[in-house]
């Protein structure tokens, strides 16, 4: 929702105050069916870094909240379903997009942003590149809102797309999701797949590669990638502690390294903790204090 309350030099006033949001619906993110379909919860987040400054009047950084999501037919696991009228998308994704308060002088309320306005982090493994530089004329969110990474191809490109099936987690900054890739679709046995789940280390900073974590460049001791592989559909994230999430699953694979059994795994359903970035990454309180 959208607060009610007069804007301030063209930027939005947020408030908890349900009674003052407005009745109108804001767009914030516009995505073509063919590059995915959402059915899975979008997961907001605080920003762990500001946004850079505006270049034009007001000059300065605008507040910003963090929304992140995945898409894929929670409905349709195993793309059966689809028709010539209803067709079946090429790719799902995350997409990590963030929500400015100047969105009206950007002209993003009333039709959102689109892929044009996102920037393609797929392969993005260079964690000196330019657009991950803040201090960079070329860094990305000076002239992007957001990004997304797709998700790989599945084993039988022609018949299945790898889709997310359960809601992002974010902790300490870091992002960890999954996509389910199908594998087989039979109407009396059912499917058959595979999770993937990733870890993405800093969620400013989007290093990251869909191999695996164990032989990914490390970003302040963390390594963005691929950290398990589930048989079947595993569970949603639970937070174990401010820097680390739990998943269940069957069959679980670490792809972490060699201390962590890479290529091999523990039998029957198991339940895996993922670490993400320890950097200046735990909860510390804070306070306020008004000064009239």
Not at 143 to 152: R, S, V
Not at 155 to 179: D, H, N, R, W, Y
């Amino acid at each position: 929702g959208t607060s009610g309350v007069p804007a301030t030099q063209g930027f939005r006033v947020d408030t908890p105050r349900l009674e003052n949001w407005s009745t109108t619906v804001r767009a914030l993110f516009k995505q073509a069916p063919n590059d995915g379909l959402v059915s899975t919860w979008p997961v907001p987040f605080s920003m762990p870094s500001p946004m850079p400054a505006r270049t034009t009047d007001p000059k300065t950084s605008p507040a910003a909240v963090g929304v992140a999501w995945v898409t894929g037919d929670r409905m349709n696991p195993l793309d059966q379903l689809y028709t010539a009228g209803n067709t079946r998308p090429t790719q799902h994704r995350l997409n990590v997009f963030f929500d400015r308060q100047d969105s009206s002088l950007l002209g993003l309320d009333t039709a959102g942003a689109d892929d044009k306005q996102m920037a393609d982090f797929t392969s993005q493994s260079n964690p000196n590149a330019q657009e991950l530089d803040p201090s960079n004329a070329s860094y990305f969110l000076k002239t992007k809102y957001g990004y997304y990474i797709n998700f790989p191809a599945t084993e039988k490109p022609a018949e299945f797309t790898a889709k997310g099936m359960i809601p992002p987690q974010l902790l300490g900054g870091s992002v960890f999701f999954s996509a389910f890739l199908p594998t087989a679709a039979d109407p009396c046995a059912g499917g058959q797949g595979k999770t993937n789940t990733y870890r993405l280390c800093e969620v400013m900073r989007p290093v990251f590669t869909t191999d695996d974590a164990g032989s990914a460049t490390g970003v302040n001791g963390c390594k963005s990638g691929l950290t398990l592989v589930f048989s079947g559909v595993a569970s949603r994230f639970a937070a174990r502690s401010p820097v680390a999430v739990m998943q269940a699953g069957v069959d679980p694979v670490s792809k972490e390294g060699t201390g962590s059994g890479t290529g091999t795994g523990a039998t029957g359903l198991q339940v895996k903790t993922i670490m993400g970035s320890m950097e200046n990454r735990f909860i510390r309180p804070r306070v306020w204090r008004t000064v009239r």
